[in-house]
């Protein structure tokens, strides 16, 4: 397998995407809802998702596409080139903000993450990872992460979780925001997945994600020494909803035990 050939096309494609994209900002936008009122998905979501599906066809016959808008075939094991893509990460930004968005891929070979890709669209950032070769912003190298403790940690965590959520008693999260030094909510798991790989943020909790919104960006944390794992310290199963929980080395097994774990 040329795995330089297909990073080299994967990151060409998603610059083309993003230009797309960018493009589309002087025109009218269709929303429609998928589940919810609040989940929303655009004409774009679906045009980039094809966009990519007939690069990746005709270059690579062979690999398979497991996208949110479900423009590739049915996916139930990750045998062979499975490229998971979220063609708009944070679609209530794009909609809403026309920025805080991201195009996420990250590609698989038998279910072993090697190639992770998030671009930051409207600020042009690419965030990029190769399996054992590092990890780089724009191709500046991100250096590896280094322990932080809970009392000097920016957090990652959307305020609903706290509210209500099946998984950790509130009362923990209520603990958990107060003793850190500060929380952040951008709003695209991609791009906080990023923030954490670059040092930004140092943690990023979340209660419910779906494959395309953290493959990319879990292969990008570990590749700079960050742990990722469910909220109990769980390995991820790429072909399901999971939640998420991306920190620094340390960080992790302290949050864990303290916030996280039910006794
Ligand atoms: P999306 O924009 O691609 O839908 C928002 O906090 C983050 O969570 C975004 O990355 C968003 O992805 C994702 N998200 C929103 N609702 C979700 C749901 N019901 N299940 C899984 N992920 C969701
Ligand atoms: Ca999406």
Redesign the pocket.
Known sequence: MNWKEIDTYAKHWIKEAGERIRASFGLELTVETK??A???VTNM?KATEEFFYEKINQQFPEHRILG?EGVGEIIQDLKGIVWII?P???????VHQQRN?AISIGIFEDGVGKIGLIYDVVHDELYHSFKGGGAFMNGIRLPDLKPVPVKETILAI?ASWINSNKLIPKEKLIKLVSDVRGTR?T????L?LAYVAAGRYDAYV?L???P??YAAGLLLVQEVGGAVTDVYGNDIDFLK?SSIFASRPGLHEEMIDTYFKNE
Do not use: V, Y
């Open positions: 589940s919810n609040n989940d929303l979501d949110e979220d708009i990460d944070g679609t209530i930004n794009f968005f959307n909510s709003g695209s798991a991609a906080e979340t419910r994600l779906s395309w919104d909803k």
